[in-house]
């Protein structure tokens, strides 16, 4: 019995740090969006979220951090993983995508809608925002190297990150100000626009 109580523990500890993060980052969005970002605080959304600002900041190095963080990326990266080994990166991140996003809630997908809006808006988490997307390159660079079996450094590899990444903003865009926007099915239209080498034949209509 003392030794499963000892498994358990970092399991439950790592599940009450995640839902201390959530409800921190739940109260901040929600203080942003009712009186603004510039005029929200940290010390108003530590006591909006029943804590310290000594405990915000061993959650967040900042308020940037706050919107920019993603608690959907390591859920991603584990959907990633699990598509079948056959399947090329492209096709990969459009299962995978699908099935996140697939199962989000409208709350939740209201939430990933606030947070674009205030990257999108606010000049300080737009800059923010560079540093994790480099983050987030180089991590799906040994994710795409992995599955592909090509050196992380590989031209092929490093090009193909930067084509998914770009297409997933562009798609990104046009839901931030539409509620009725289709978030899996924008995705899914951009991945599959890459995965077919960009077809752009104007006089088609295409």
């Known amino acids: 019995m003392g030794e499963s109580s000892v498994i358990d523990k970092p399991g439950l500890r790592e599940r009450k740090k995640a839902k201390t993060r959530a409800a921190i980052q739940e109260h901040a969005l929600r203080l942003f969006r009712e009186q603004g970002y510039d005029a929200t605080t940290v010390e108003q959304i530590a006591e909006a979220a029943e804590v310290s600002p000594s405990t915000f900041f061993r959650y ?3 308020k940037e951090d706050v919107v920019i963080y993603d608690a959907l990326d390591p859920i991603l990266i ?3 993983r699990r598509q079948p080994a056959e399947l090329g990166p492209i ?4 299962a995978a995508m ?3 996003f697939g199962g989000l809630s409208p709350e939740e997908l209201s939430e990933i809608r606030l947070r674009g809006q205030l990257v999108y808006g606010v000049p300080e988490l737009r800059l923010a925002m560079i540093d994790d997307l480099v ?3 180089l991590m799906m660079a040994g994710e795409v190297a992995v599955r592909t079996g090509l050196p992380v450094d590989d031209f092929r590899v490093r090009v193909g990150v930067g084509a ?3 297409a997933l903003m562009a798609a990104v865009l046009p839901a931030l100000e539409d509620p009725s926007a289709d978030f899996v099915s924008l995705f899914d239209r951009a991945f599959e626009f890459v ?3 960009f077809p752009m034949d104007t006089r088609s209509g295409r």
């Open 60 to 62: 967040f190095g900042s």
């Open 78 to 80: 584990e959907a990633w």
């Open 91 to 94: 096709p990969a991140i459009r």
């Open 98 to 100: 699908k099935e996140v």
């Open 135 to 137: 983050r987030t390159a």
């Open 164 to 166: 998914f990444m770009g």
């Open 195 to 197: 995965d077919a080498g």
